[in-house]
């Protein structure tokens, strides 16, 4: 096979009786195992889901790739135009989870810049042993885990620890 045959899969083999290693570039979405079509339809419904309950529990690739279709489709409904919710109505299926999308999470996420959802790695599943988690919407009542401030830096142990620590004003004795 050719070399270019590799390049696109992003896989390495022997072309040629050389060693031959491509990187997965433009290469950005999983297949989890799906055709396009039922992948599609399974995100579409995963989406609307996520939407009507605001936290469901799904393995965890699944979930990774569901992150990104959920925060586009709050964006979309940042957006608010008819144009854009034509497109989010392209998504998500049923007028009440799109309703909810335009109105409750629109609300709730106009002040944030991005990152709308979660995904919190859970458990194994019994039986073929995947690996679960639970995704959800930031902000909401009742998750699982306090969103942080809009705006505020995460800190690591080794920033906080290089940091300079501001000193007390100097009391003159006078």
């Not at 990774?64 to 392209?90: F, H, N, P």
């Not at 709308?116 to 019994?126: A, F, S």
């Not at 073929?128 to 639970?134: G, L, S, T, V």
Request: proline share 7%.
């Amino acid at each position: 096979r050719s070399k270019q045959w590799y390049q696109h899969r992003g896989t390495w083999g022997i072309v040629n009786g050389s060693f031959l290693f491509s990187m997965k570039h433009r290469i950005t979405f999983r297949k989890l195992n799906r055709p396009s079509d039922h992948r599609w339809a399974m995100l579409r419904n995963m989406v609307t889901s996520l939407i009507e309950h605001e936290r469901i529990e799904t393995t965890v690739p699944r979930a990774k790739e569901l992150r990104r279709v959920a925060d586009w489709c709050v964006t979309l409904a940042k957006e608010g135009t008819l144009a854009a919710r034509q497109r989010a109505g392209a998504i998500v299926r049923g007028d009440q989870p799109l309703q909810k999308l335009f109105s409750d999470l629109r609300e709730r996420y106009l002040a944030r810049p991005g990152g709308y959802t979660r995904v919190l790695q859970t458990r194994h599943r019994r039986g073929d042993n995947a690996p679960m988690a639970f995704i959800e919407y930031v902000d909401r009542p009742g998750e699982l885990r306090p969103a942080k401030p809009v705006g505020a830096q995460a800190t690591s142990p080794t920033q906080a620890a290089s940091s300079p620590t501001p000193e007390a004003p100097k009391v003159s004795s006078q």
